[in-house]
């Protein structure tokens, strides 16, 4: 028997000999490629810490002690160790194991964990938490992954510094987040190197300085040997930026090497108040690719076990983000004012193609959302047109810099939100309900979404035309109904404007985006029923076409609005607030995402309960069109 099947939780872990602990590394190596061949997720991220969690778990008594992980998918090793075992194919899986970490599915996640930069912050506040209750644990936070392109664990680094409270930083440098890591934190850890001289020279300067002062020079001497380490510091230790911040700092170290892991963080939970642990790791490590493919497996698709290969998908229209990575390669061409910016997703967002074709155009910000925002603007007033590509549940962190550093002055930067509406098997934390509700409250901002491919190209131009103000697209993480002809090829659309697609007079079904589709097909099945029902696309969701919401009014009696968003003050809750203000007679009932978190599933389902189908749709229809008693053939 291997020694992963005997395994059911951390005590077992506790179990073995030390010498034992390699073979079980490689055994969690093997099952998470193996699982994740057939699940999908996250699997990079993972593989580079199995040594590291393996070590955290024999040194460490969680639950009791906290463990920290940011970002949340470093955490699949964890989720083996600590019970989960036996359900990780069902990993990202309906009904099964999140791939992230969450505090409701097991007492070993002590924080969860879906965006980068949270665990500093977290973990101090849980420091300070015992400290209150005069309780006594250990509180470590793994922060990796790219997680320190972030700003926050910094603001975490720098009062958990102050505070002095004794608190474990482990930093995991692979030197990637997605696409390789950028910023001069960066740099700055590419050049550390191993210095094991570094605190036994600080140690030997401060002792012989020290036993001089009992015989010469007194309190002054001290003080000189006080100046003297810290220059000895400053000269030796490649730790220096951590130090400054008031943690000790050890390392760096192999990350794959578990005993030296042991040893370290043996001692580590010897010594008192912030202190850092800086370790080596390979992302990806044990990945069967012939070449090295790191950002593709940061997260990758079904794929074969043995080579690494993604599984061939069936065949269908391009997917909402090879459109628009096409789409501004091709219109930079015409606009050499265009720059293209991302959030450490060059891929996730199509803009790899962009950055191929246009180097020089393209800047990657890392996981720096409000950075990225607020340079955006800085470029916008010098007359470039910058389009940032961020997911819209990314973008949710740099709302007041979308509003006090774009909107108020009315800066023509372009937001492009991938993954908006329900984002299939990352769930809850990665999904993009929430965009046109906490847009449609910002001042001078417009904001669309495309039908079709063909239609976002359309707003693309019509977004470089607009100079008034932040303009933003929003589309799904799936395949659009169509291809896009090249970029050359559309038009501009008509600013403000919607589209109608079907024309009736008892029910107007207002549909935002992808969600025109499942309403033709309500239509349809209405038709069947007797009901003559209008389809609009209001692929502006703000301005409102008000000559086209004007003539709707005086022809129907009710309206039915559809969005893949949240119903709670989004596009249907605003169009209801106008049309209140035209007519006391008609009704708007809203159709959308209800206010609660959605868990992971295919987004074919998470959009079926929300009854955002045409079956759910024409259900709704149906039932109002009888409290209203419209008339029917």
Same mark, same amino acid.
């Given at each position: ?21 390699? @073979? ?30 393996? #070590? ?36 990202? @899986? ?28 977290? #973990? ?230 962009? @950055? ?40 949710? +962190? ?78 799904? +993480? ?127 389902? @998470? ?10 749709? #024409? ?15």
């Amino acid at each position: 028997m291997s020694l992963l099947e005997g395994i059911t939780g951390v005590e077992d872990v506790k179990k073995l000999d030390r010498d034992q602990l390699p @073979q079980l590394a490689s055994e969690i190596r093997q099952r998470l490629i193996e699982v994740v061949s057939k699940t999908g997720g996250h699997i990079g991220a993972g593989l580079g810490v199995v040594e590291l969690t393996v #070590a955290l778990i024999y040194t460490f008594d969680s639950p009791r002690d906290k463990i920290l992980w940011d970002v949340g998918h470093q955490g699949y090793p964890w989720k083996i160790l600590t019970g989960r075992n036996h359900a990780l194919p069902t990993l990202r @899986q309906e009904g099964g194991l999140s791939g992230f970490l969450r505090r409701v599915e097991s007492e070993h996640d002590h924080f969860g964990a879906g965006h980068a930069g949270t665990a500093m912050s977290a #973990a101090l506040g849980i420091a300070a938490a015992r400290d209150v209750k005069g309780e006594s644990f250990h509180v470590v936070a793994v922060v990796g992954d790219g997680a320190l392109t972030c700003g926050m664990p910094y603001e975490g680094m720098n009062n958990a510094g102050h505070s002095e409270r004794d608190i474990i930083m482990i930093v995991n440098d692979n030197g990637m987040s997605i696409a390789p890591n950028v910023g001069a934190i960066s740099k700055y850890f590419a050049s550390i190197e191993a210095a094991p001289m570094t605190n036994k020279m600080r140690g030997i300067a401060k002792q012989i300085i020290t036993r001089t002062s009992k015989f010469v020079g007194g309190k002054r001497m001290v003080d000189f040997a006080k100046n003297i380490e810290e220059s000895v510091k400053n000269l030796w230790s490649p730790g220096m930026l951590f130090e400054e911040l008031g943690f000790r700092y050890f390392g760096p170290i192999d990350g794959h090497d578990i005993p030296t892991l042991l040893s370290t963080l043996r001692t580590l939970k010897q010594v008192e108040g912030p202190r850092v642990l800086h370790i080596l790791t390979e992302k990806g490590r044990g990945f069967p690719l012939e070449e090295p493919d790191l950002e593709k497996f940061h997260a990758r698709k079904p794929y074969n076990p043995v080579t690494g290969a993604v599984k061939p998908s069936k065949g269908g229209h391009p997917a909402w983000t090879k459109i628009f990575g096409t789409a501004i390669t091709e219109l930079a061409a015409e606009h050499p004012e265009i720059v293209v910016i991302t959030a450490a997703m060059p891929s996730g967002t199509g803009t790899d193609a962009f @950055q191929k074709r246009w180097p020089d155009r393209f800047f990657d910000v890392g996981i720096a959302e409000g950075h990225g925002t607020t340079f955006a603007a800085g470029l916008a007033t010098q007359g470039i047109r910058p389009i940032v590509a961020i997911y819209s549940t990314f973008l949710q +962190r740099a709302y007041d810099s979308i509003i006090h550093d774009v909107a108020i002055q009315k800066l023509p930067v372009v937001f492009c939100m991938d993954r908006a509406g329900m984002v299939g098997a990352d769930g809850q934390t990665h999904m993009g309900l929430y965009d046109i509700a906490y847009l449609l409250a910002v001042p001078n901002m417009t904001i669309t979404q495309p039908k079709d491919g063909k239609e976002l190209v359309g707003l693309l131009r019509c977004a470089l035309a607009h100079k008034d103000g932040p303009f933003t697209l929003r589309y799904p +993480r799936d395949n659009a109904p169509s291809a896009a002809p090249p970029a050359a090829e559309v038009g501009t659309i008509e600013y403000g404007t919607w589209e109608m697609l079907r024309e009736g007079k008892d029910c107007a079904i207002l549909a935002v985006g992808v969600m025109c589709e499942p309403a033709m097909g309500a239509a349809e099945l209405l038709e069947a029923d007797g009901f003559d029902v209008s389809v609009v696309n209001c692929r502006f969701i703000k301005p409102i076409d008000r000559d086209m919401l004007s003539v709707l009014v005086e022809s129907h009696r009710l309206f039915v609005t559809v969005e893949d968003g949240t119903k709670v003050n989004g596009f249907g809750a605003y169009v209801a607030s106008i049309v209140s203000g035209m007519t006391g007679d008609l009704r708007v009932d809203v159709m959308g995402a209800p206010d609660r978190t959605y868990e992971h599933a295919a987004r074919g389902r @998470q959009l079926e309960w929300a009854g955002l189908t045409s079956e759910g749709i #024409a259900a709704t229809v149906r039932a109002r069109a009888a409290e209203k008693s419209l008339s029917t053939a």
